[in-house]
T-cell receptor, first 110, second 113 residues
Framework: GEDVEQSLFLSVREGDSSVINCTYTDSSSTYLYWYKQEPGAGLQLLTYIFSNMDMKQDQRLTVLLNKKDKHLSLRIADTQTGDSAIYFCAEMTGNEKLTFGTGTRLTIIP | KAGVTQTPRYLIKTRGQQVTLSCSPISGHRSVSWYQQTPGQGLQFLFEYFSETQRNKGNFPGRFSGRQFSNSRSEMNVSTLELGDSALYLC????????????FGEGSRLTVL
C-alpha cells in the first residue's frame, strides 16, 4: 500500500537547523517532494528530488534521500520565524498522483 | 505570471445541497488535479485531468465529479453534500502529463452545516 509517515511536531530555535523526516513505502516512486503550508494558505512547492538522486541542495534547503530505507529528509539551515509552517512530504507514484504524508508542524523558538 | 486561482475561497452550504468549485491553472499548464484536505484524513487525491480527459480518480464516491474545459480551466462538483465533505479543496496545475511539478492554489474552504 501507499503510506507516507512523518512526525507531527518539531520545535527548533531560531538560527539552528531544522531536520524534518519522512518515510515512504512505495519503492516505485519516481519523484519525492517537500511542500510548505502556512495557516490559511495552499501548498507551496519547496523542492523535489528524482528517485535516482541521493541529495539535492537549494539555498537553505537540503534534501537527502535514502532509497534503500525509503527515507527522505529536509534540512532547513539557519531557521527563521518565517519558516514556521506545516511541511508535507509527498511521493509521486506511477499514476502521476501525489501521496502526501501527515505533515510536520514546525515551530520556531525565539 | 499568475498562479493557480481557485474560486470561491470560502463557502457555506447545508446538507443535501450541491456545490461547484472552479480552478484556473497557471497559463500554459494543461494538467489539473484536485485534492481534499481534512484534519482527519489529511490530503487525499480526488481526480486529475489532462486535455479535457479524466486520467486518474481517487477513492471518493460518485457524488464527487469534475471536468476540464478546452482552456484547461477545471471545475469540480459535489452533490448531495454531507457534513463530512467539509474540507479545504485544493487544485494543482502542472505543465504537462508527467506532472513533475504541481503548483497548488490557495484552496476553496467548504463548510457544510
Amino acid at each position: 500500500g501507499e503510506d507516507v509517515e512523518q512526525s507531527l511536531f518539531l520545535s527548533v530555535r531560531e538560527g539552528d537547523s531544522s531536520v524534518i523526516n519522512c518515510t515512504y513505502t512505495d519503492s516505485s516512486s519516481t519523484y519525492l517532494y517537500w511542500y510548505k503550508q502556512e495557516p490559511g494558505a495552499g501548498l507551496q512547492l519547496l523542492t523535489y528530488i528524482f528517485s535516482n538522486m541521493d541529495m539535492k541542495q537549494d539555498q537553505r534547503l537540503t534534501v537527502l534521500l535514502n532509497k534503500k530505507d525509503k527515507h527522505l529528509s529536509l534540512r532547513i539551515a539557519d531557521t527563521q520565524t518565517g519558516d514556521s509552517a506545516i511541511y508535507f512530504c509527498a511521493e509521486m507514484t506511477g499514476n502521476e498522483k501525489l501521496t502526501f504524508g501527515t505533515g510536520t508542524r514546525l515551530t520556531i523558538i525565539p | 505570471k499568475a498562479g493557480v486561482t481557485q474560486t470561491p475561497r470560502y463557502l457555506i452550504k447545508t446538507r443535501g445541497q450541491q456545490v461547484t468549485l472552479s480552478c484556473s491553472p497557471i497559463s500554459g499548464h494543461r494538467s489539473v488535479s484536485w485534492y481534499q484536505q481534512t484534519p482527519g484524513q489529511g490530503l487525499q487525491f480526488l481526480f486529475e485531468y489532462f486535455s479535457e480527459t479524466q486520467r486518474n480518480k481517487g477513492n471518493f464516491p460518485g457524488r464527487f465529479s469534475g471536468r476540464q474545459f478546452s482552456n484547461s480551466r477545471s471545475e469540480m462538483n459535489v452533490s448531495t453534500l454531507e457534513l463530512g465533505d467539509s474540507a479545504l479543496y485544493l487544485c494543482a496545475s502542472s505543465l504537462d502529463a508527467a506532472n513533475t511539478e504541481l503548483f497548488f492554489g490557495e484552496g476553496s474552504r467548504l463548510t457544510v452545516l
